[in-house]
Every structure is written in C-alpha cells, then in structure tokens.
C-alpha cells in the first residue's frame, strides 16, 4: 500500500536561509510520481515541483529542487534562499494510481 | 476557465439533510480526484476518476458517500444524511493525465450544524 510520511510537523527557518523539508515514502510499484504542494493559510494548493520516479535527474523550479533518493525512498523539498512569503503548510505527495498526501509540515520563515 | 473551479466555495447545511458539491475540472483533463481535508491535516483521499468511470473509490468513507462525472468532465461529489463529522474543506483536482501534476481548485468548505 501506498504511504507518505513527512516527519516534520513544524520548522522555523531564518529569512534567506535554505530549508529541506523531509519526505519518505512507501509503494511497491516501479512507476510512480512524486510531488510538493504549498497551502498558505488562504488555503489554496499551490503546485510547487514533480519527480517521475523514472526521472535520472532531481527535478527543479526556480528556488525549489527535490532531492530524490530512490534507493532509500526519499523525496525531500529543497528551498533556497528562503523568503518571508513561504510559510505555508507544505504537503508531500505520490502517485501510482490516486495521489496520496502526507501530514504535511508548517514552515515558518523568521524575519 | 483557467484553473479547477469549485461550487458552492461555502455551504452550509442542518444535520441528515443532502449536499452535492461540484468540481468543474480545467478543460481536457481526463484524470479528477476529489479530497477531504480538515483543520491542521493533509488531504485525505476520497475518489478518483479516469475519464468517466470512478478507477479508485476506496477513501469514500461510508455509503453516505457517491460521486459522479457522467460526461468525463464536471464531477459532483453528493453527500446523503449528512452528519457533524462531514464538516470539512473539500478539493478537487484534475490532472491532464494519470502521470502529470494535478492542480486544486479553492475547495467547497461544508458546515453541517
């Protein structure tokens, strides 16, 4: 069965540094995808970045990459040089068949 | 549209009565999944559908429960006998196809008083 585990239920992060926001995961399929989303508190879901699990490379957009370690199941969010718009609830999420979603992680980003 | 839209963005309803919630996906995409979320939690899975038929509809959580897209586009998310414990923010989003981001629209948030 599928699983998504974010570790993280809050972080404080100082302004401008970079942050990495954990994510594991679990299925026993070959291909599958792996994403992020940001939920502000207008509660919106912002799409941030994709991993196909057949991808060699670790995907980015701008300030966030994602740090894909297929043999040990991880799909960390990388976010450089943080800003103060960022703090948000940010959900880890994967797909082989309907798309799951973690508990998420309430970054937030310290003037 | 440009983006999943959602109606109503608010309801609110008396305990036992019926709700259906709409989801009007961007246009073209085949993939439509619907999630319930509560305060301070992640997305909770409820139903997926390809095209017109439900592929996975292990999260609706009782009989209560049933979703439609009878023209693979426009889906309802309906709600029997409605109780407390439905309260909740519900999404929708779609996706172009199974493998492709899937983007949300702003969610109906249902009250049940």
């Known amino acids: 069965a599928q699983k998504i585990t974010q570790t993280q239920p809050g972080m404080f992060v100082q302004e401008k540094e970079a942050v990495t926001l954990d994510c594991t995961y679990d299925?026993?399929?070959?291909?599958?995808?792996l994403f992020w989303y940001k939920q502000p508190s207008s509660g919106e879901m912002i799409f941030l970045i994709y991993q196909g699990s057949y991808d060699e490379q670790n995907a980015t957009e701008g300030r966030y990459s994602l740090n894909f370690q297929k043999a040990r199941k991880s799909a960390n969010l990388v976010i450089s040089a943080s800003q103060l718009g960022d703090s948000a609830m940010y959900f880890c999420?994967?797909?082989?068949?309907?798309?799951?979603f973690g508990k998420g992680t309430r970054l937030h980003i310290l003037p | 549209g440009a983006g999943v839209s959602q109606t109503p963005s608010n309801k609110v309803t008396e305990k036992g009565k019926y709700v259906e919630l709409r989801c009007d996906p961007i246009s073209g995409h085949t993939a439509l999944y619907w999630y319930r979320q509560s305060l301070g939690q992640g997305p909770e899975f409820l139903i997926y559908f390809q095209g017109t038929g439900a592929a996975d509809d292990s999260g609706l959580p009782n009989d209560r429960f049933f979703a439609v897209r009878p023209e693979g586009s426009v889906s309802t998310l309906k709600i029997q006998r409605t109780e407390r414990g439905d309260s909740a923010v519900y999404l929708c989003?779609?996706?172009?196809?199974?493998?492709?981001?899937?983007?949300f629209g702003q969610g109906t948030r249902l009250t049940v008083v």
């Open positions: 999420a994967m797909r082989d068949d309907k798309i799951i």
């Open positions: 989003a779609s996706s172009l196809q199974p493998n492709t981001e899937a983007f």
């Open positions: 299925t026993s399929d070959q291909s599958y995808g």
